[in-house]
């Protein structure tokens, strides 16, 4: 069946404009994540929300990021005024909870600010 | 402060050999720690979840360890093969008793198998 997908793979943008990066789930899953991965590092929790509602969303570094489910499926993580430090792969995985609570991850979105 | 630690010098080891990787995390009381294998240009892919209350899990040529008290997880894979070869990244539970779904990651180590 289909995994989680993102979109698009790969984004390049100029400091200060705005993105928008999308993550379809796999169908049916409830809990969706959202991460940031950098060189050598492992992925950082950024959001998790659950159904519709945003469960916890206390690794959005600051005000500019803002990510929304208004369906409960599709994501979508919004970034205003980029910054060159905001370059990462952008990481979003979905879950239907289960006994392992196991996580699907998306290829990722490749961020590059310039 | 809060940490997760995972040697970050790449493992390298001989075809066929037990390659043995360490997750150690301070200051977090999780109620549970997954395992996950990350190819490059690719995101995790889940391989294993031990609880608190659990010392061991396998899964075919895989063992996992917890210690609560020593705060570490051990993870093996015998009979290396060069398709092991990876990055692994553990995954604390950190959310507590009202947050099942929160995970902070370490940031992995790579494994190389030489054949």
């Known amino acids: 069946g289909a995994g989680v997908s993102q979109t698009p793979s790969n984004k390049v943008t100029e400091k200060g404009k705005y993105v928008e990066l999308r993550c379809d789930p796999i169908?049916?899953?409830?809990?969706l994540y959202w991460y940031r991965q950098s060189l050598g590092q492992g992925p950082e929790f950024l959001i998790y929300?659950?159904?519709?509602?945003?469960?916890?969303d206390s690794g959005l570094p600051n005000d500019r990021f803002f990510a929304v489910r208004p369906e409960g499926s599709v994501s979508t993580l919004k970034i205003q005024r980029t910054e060159r430090g905001d370059s990462a792969v952008y990481l979003c995985?979905?879950?239907?909870?289960?006994?392992?609570?196991?996580?699907?991850f998306g290829p990722g979105t490749r961020l590059t600010v310039l | 402060s809060q940490k997760i630690e995972q040697n970050s010098e790449a493992l390298n080891i001989q075809e066929g050999k037990t390659a043995t990787l360490t997750c150690n995390y301070t200051?977090?009381?999780?109620?549970?720690l997954q395992w996950y294998r990350q190819d490059p240009g690719r995101g995790p892919v889940f391989l294993l979840l031990?609880?608190?209350?659990?010392k061991e899990k396998r899964k075919e040529r895989l063992k996992v360890t917890f210690d609560t008290t020593l705060k570490q997880s051990l993870f093996h894979i015998t009979a290396s093969q060069p398709a092991d070869s990876a990055t692994y990244l553990c995954?604390?539970?950190?959310?507590?008793?009202?947050?099942?779904?929160?995970?902070?990651f370490g940031s992995g180590t790579k494994l190389n198998v030489k054949p």
């Open positions: 995985a979905s879950s239907s909870g289960g006994i392992d609570n196991e996580q699907f």
């Open positions: 929300f659950q159904g519709t509602g945003a469960a916890d």
């Open positions: 031990i609880r608190e209350n659990e």
């Open positions: 169908s049916g899953h409830t809990a």
């Open positions: 200051n977090y009381s999780p109620a549970y």
């Open positions: 995954a604390l539970d950190v959310g507590g008793p009202y947050n099942f779904n929160k995970f902070y």
